[in-house]
């Protein structure tokens, strides 16, 4: 007797497969990039971006449609706090290893410039208290709007302007007070 083959995909009625793999197609870096800095490992955020999709497939597509991108972001982060509360670690990922994490995209030296660029936003972040870092990525590197910010992280969206609002105002001081990099 042959067991029937199931796919996480069809699992729902509604759900349209090539809907979800559009989704994984078009998050999963944004998403890995994001539980990559709550967890500091790439590999633990890559399982927790798994997991995700993996609740997307059983959900039915009616109920997330219109604000998938929001979800995707929750969930993603309440495994993510899931996993390091369990693991009790908080270690920050270096900006090499975020930059492994990122897709190529751009000219070598288009890429140089962004990428040291990104080193000296990234370490003057690693300052800012955590909160802070949080969403201001969600904002800036995954485009979030405050409202969606707020339902990610649970905070009043006014909590979410005043956060973006402090860090911006913060490393605007450290870069006004730091001397030019030299080329």
Do not use: N
Not at 2 to 12: G, L, N
Request: glycine share 4%; proline share 7%; hydrophobic share 40%.
């Amino acid at each position: 007797m042959q067991a029937a083959q199931t796919h996480p995909e069809s699992a729902v009625p509604g759900t349209d497969p090539a809907w979800v793999r559009q989704a994984v197609a078009e998050f999963e870096g944004p998403l890995i990039l994001y539980a990559s800095r709550l967890l500091g490992d790439v590999e633990a955020a890559r399982d927790v971006v798994q997991e995700a999709f993996m609740k997307l497939c059983r959900q039915p597509q009616s109920e997330v449609d219109g604000h998938l991108r929001e979800w995707l972001f929750t969930v993603c982060r309440h495994r993510a706090l899931d996993v390091r509360r369990k693991e009790k670690r908080m270690t920050s990922l270096t900006a090499t290893q975020a930059e492994r994490a990122r897709p190529p995209q751009a000219p070598p030296a288009e890429a140089y410039e962004r990428q040291e660029t990104a080193a000296h936003v990234l370490a003057a972040l690693e300052h800012l208290p955590e909160s802070q870092q949080e969403v201001l990525r969600l904002k800036f590197q995954h485009g979030l709007s405050y409202k969606e910010i707020s339902r990610v992280t649970e905070l009043s969206i006014s909590h979410v302007g005043v956060l973006i609002h402090q860090a911006l105002k913060t490393l605007r001081q450290q870069f006004a007070e730091r001397p030019p990099v030299a080329h």
